[in-house]
């Protein structure tokens, strides 16, 4: 029973460089959830997919963040031309079910994303 | 505004001392508020949920309060452990947005031995 997996776990990246974030949610769940983390904050949402669509990406901060999962299961968080505002701990968390308000999100150790 | 306002913002105690973490939050409509544990470097981790009716949750050593009248919501902590060193996050569940939660900073707990 694996849980949520992300990889890189840290990334440093030069300003203005291209970065890929990979998550793995647990087997079988239908939702998937990008959060970013700054320090000494709580998550704050960035995208949702249902599946492979992505239902919500009201929480981008901009054009530069673009999310995907292809297939429904696997699921990339890119983001262009990084600068260094965008240092923080990206989270991917995946849940069973779609949205409702006791389905439970189980969380995966994060990339620490460090822009230079 | 949705918003949840934890206290303290961080928290030092002995080993075996019991301790109080508070939530207060402004959320609606509201569905149910949820306490999470962040390890440093992991993900959080869900510790309780309760809704509108439930006052008291525990799980094991945590025991979790709701006053949904006055919108508050405590997380006490007894006998504590070094590893219950972390960050504890109180979520609200109700807001906008595709997940419809809203989270606090979290309250950052050390446990000296």
């Known amino acids: 029973g694996a849980g949520v997996s992300q990889s890189p776990r840290y990334k440093v990246a030069k300003r203005g460089q291209d970065v890929a974030l990979r998550c793995d949610p647990i087997?079988?769940?239908?939702?998937l959830f990008w959060y970013q983390q700054a320090l000494g904050q709580g998550p704050e949402f960035l995208t949702y997919f249902q599946n492979e669509a992505q239902l919500d990406k009201s929480g981008l901060p901009s054009d530069r963040f673009f999310a995907e999962r292809p297939e429904g299961s696997v699921s990339t968080l890119k983001i262009q031309r990084t600068q260094q505002e965008d240092s923080a701990v990206y989270l991917c968390?995946?849940?069973?079910?779609?949205?409702?308000?006791?389905?439970?999100?189980?969380f995966g150790p994060g990339t620490r994303l460090t822009v230079l | 505004k949705n918003q949840v306002e934890q206290s303290p913002q961080s928290l030092i105690i002995l080993e075996g001392k019991n301790c109080t973490l508070q939530c207060n939050y402004t959320v609606s409509p509201f569905s149910n508020l949820r306490w999470y544990k962040q390890d440093t470097g992991r993900g959080p981790v869900s510790l309780t949920i309760?809704?509108?009716?439930?006052n008291t949750k525990s799980n094991g050593r945590y025991t979790a309060t709701l006053d949904a009248d006055t919108k508050q919501s405590s997380l006490h902590i007894t006998a504590s452990q070094l590893s219950d060193s972390a960050s504890y996050i109180c979520?609200?569940?109700?807001?906008?947005?595709?997940?419809?939660?809203?989270f606090g900073k979290g309250t950052h707990l050390i446990i000296q031995p």
């Open positions: 087997s079988g769940h239908v939702s």
């Open positions: 309760m809704t509108f009716s439930e």
């Open positions: 979520v609200v569940r109700g807001g906008g947005g595709a997940d419809g939660l809203t």
């Open positions: 968390a995946s849940s069973p079910v779609g949205l409702g308000p006791y389905n439970e999100q189980f």
